[in-house]
């Protein structure tokens, strides 16, 4: 029988509360780094011996694939129970608290094979997207000189984006690495579109409060077919003020799903990087973006 002794000292003494699956949603983004990886297996090995009667040979099986599988760094290979009940404690908490990022990138993750593979599929049927998917940048602060950006002309895409950093004290840096996609293809796609997003804003000029976001979200469920998007498009407005929410069913909410289902380019087939230079107007009529109501 699996035991909490093959876990590490720090691992096993983590209070009784934190071995639920509440407890462990909610307690996971307090803890250090190395307690962090630790919880994490600790729960998901014991999710695997509840869901089933498992022989010495299988949890030994378990123990080595599931828990240390390095499909690629930071990654935690989990069965089809263990995202459920990560997708379900994950959206609980991320519309509870919108502001739990661990959370609602758990719930992209565990909830997005699917939609995924598809993403993937549309970016190998698109010339821009196959040579992203080829060459596989990233958007961190070694990969992309912010002062550059900033010293671009004012109407380029690359100066609005640096101004929506600076703006709102963001940096691609924080940007959560990928964890339960287990293939490494998607895992990429996955962290493509976490890269994206605040450009998505910059691109349609949405600021990141709660009617941007939802904005936001909309678009990407339009493009993605992301759970996680279309749950925060469906669910986001609920935290509308009166007022919020008269301006987005009159103004933000026609304007987006006009925009997501004409669009001539899919946004995950967009090889921003390319297009710093480019005006901001030139780059939305190039996707096929219409002006934002608030530009």
Request: glycine letters at 6%; hydrophobic letters at 40%.
């Amino acid at each position: 029988m699996m035991t909490l002794t093959y876990f590490t000292t720090s691992a096993m003494a983590l209070p009784t509360k934190f071995l639920t699956c509440g407890g462990f949603l909610r307690n996971y983004s307090i803890l250090p780094a190395c307690q962090r990886l630790n919880m994490t297996k600790m729960f998901l090995s014991t999710s695997v011996h509840r869901s089933g009667d498992l022989h010495d040979a299988d949890e030994t099986e378990i123990r080595q694939e599931t828990i240390y599988d390095q499909f690629y760094p930071g990654h935690i290979r989990t069965t089809p129970f263990q995202k459920a009940l990560l997708t379900v404690g994950s959206a609980i908490t991320s519309l509870l608290d919108p502001k739990r990022d661990d959370m609602i990138a758990t719930l992209g993750e565990a909830s997005g094979q699917w939609s995924l593979s598809m993403m993937k599929a549309n970016m190998e049927n698109d010339s821009e997207g196959r040579e992203i998917l080829k060459e596989r940048p990233v958007i961190n602060t070694k990969t992309t000189d912010i002062d550059y950006l900033r010293s671009l002309a004012n109407d380029t895409f690359g100066y609005a984006y640096s101004q929506f950093l600076d703006k709102n004290g963001f940096s691609p840096d924080a940007r959560r690495p990928v964890t339960f996609v287990d293939d490494v293809d998607l895992a990429y796609v996955m962290l493509r579109y976490r890269q994206i997003h605040d450009l998505v804003h910059t691109l349609i000029a949405m600021p990141p409060n709660m009617q941007g976001e939802v904005a936001v979200k909309w678009l990407e469920a339009l493009h993605t077919g992301l759970p996680l998007c279309v749950l925060g498009a469906m669910f986001g407005p609920a935290r509308f003020t009166a007022r919020q929410h008269a301006d987005y069913i009159n103004t933000y909410l026609p304007w987006v799903i006009q925009n997501g289902l004409k669009t001539k380019r899919n946004l995950m087939c967009v090889y921003y990087e390319h297009h710093w230079e480019w005006s901001l107007q030139d780059l939305r009529e190039h996707i096929g973006i219409s002006t934002p109501p608030n530009s």
